[in-house]
């Protein structure tokens, strides 16, 4: 089974500065998608990047991008210019390629708790 | 990218009561699923509900006390049968919409005294 793991429970930052939160996974699988979501007190769940593992390349997404590290099993996500409305709850997840029955699933992190401080 | 609406988007019930939950998309979509978060959570799934057939439920969950209907393309509910305080979560909806992308509801946030 999968799993994934963010150690960092809580993080913050200086507003317009740069924060990078940290995820690593575990699977056996060779191709795989991963994303990254933004919950704010709203409690809606925002898609904000998501990464093919097939994909050598980084994705980016405007001030949020990936360094993702397949053979380390990595995936940390970069905010640039953080700005007040970054801070949030990120979960890290992880999603199985394979059509077969049962693998469609998210398996979440336990999230990183974001604040910009002014 | 897919629209997700739920209700309640909120609601305070009493022990022993239940409470149905309603997901509506604004396509067709084959697969959605059920997540519930616990305070302070992370997601944990509840079922995956495709239509025309059965729910499909991760462990520790039965369709007892969580049923699922899905009766079109667009639209789910789940039920939390005779609830008790350690059902106090957010329950949300969620989409597979195209390959590698899916979007959550909204979500209800569910209190039981």
């Known amino acids: 089974a999968q799993t994934v793991t963010q150690s960092q429970p809580e993080m913050s930052v200086q507003e317009a500065e740069t924060v990078t939160l940290s995820c690593t996974y575990d699977t056996s699988e060779s191709d795989y998608y991963l994303f990254w979501y933004k919950q704010p007190p709203s409690r809606q769940m925002i898609l904000v990047i998501r990464?093919?593992?097939?994909?050598?390349q980084n994705a980016t997404e405007n001030r949020f991008s990936v360094n993702f590290q397949k053979a380390a099993k990595s995936f940390s996500l970069k905010i640039s210019d953080s700005q007040l409305g970054d801070a949030a709850m990120y979960f890290c997840?992880?999603?199985?390629?394979?059509?077969?029955?049962?693998?469609?699933?998210?398996?979440f992190g336990t999230g990183t708790r974001l604040t910009i401080i002014p | 990218s897919a629209v997700i609406s739920q209700k309640p988007s909120r609601d305070i019930c009493q022990r022993g009561t239940s409470l149905t939950i309603q997901c509506q998309v604004d396509s067709q979509v084959t697969m959605m699923f059920w997540y519930r978060q616990q305070p302070g959570q992370s997601l944990t799934l509840i079922a995956t509900?495709?239509?025309?057939?059965?729910?499909?439920?991760e462990s520790g969950f039965v369709i007892d006390k969580f049923p699922i209907s899905r009766p079109n393309l667009t639209f789910s509910t789940l039920t939390v049968s005779n609830m008790s305080p350690e059902d106090s979560s957010i329950y949300l909806c969620?989409?597979?919409?195209?390959?590698?992308?899916?979007?959550f509801g909204p979500g209800t946030r569910l209190t039981v005294l």
């Open positions: 990464q093919e593992a097939y994909k050598q």
């Open positions: 969620s989409v597979y919409y195209s390959p590698g992308e899916q979007f």
């Open positions: 509900a495709n239509q025309g057939s059965e729910a499909t439920y």
């Open positions: 997840a992880y999603r199985s390629v394979l059509s077969n029955f049962g693998n469609e699933k998210l398996t």
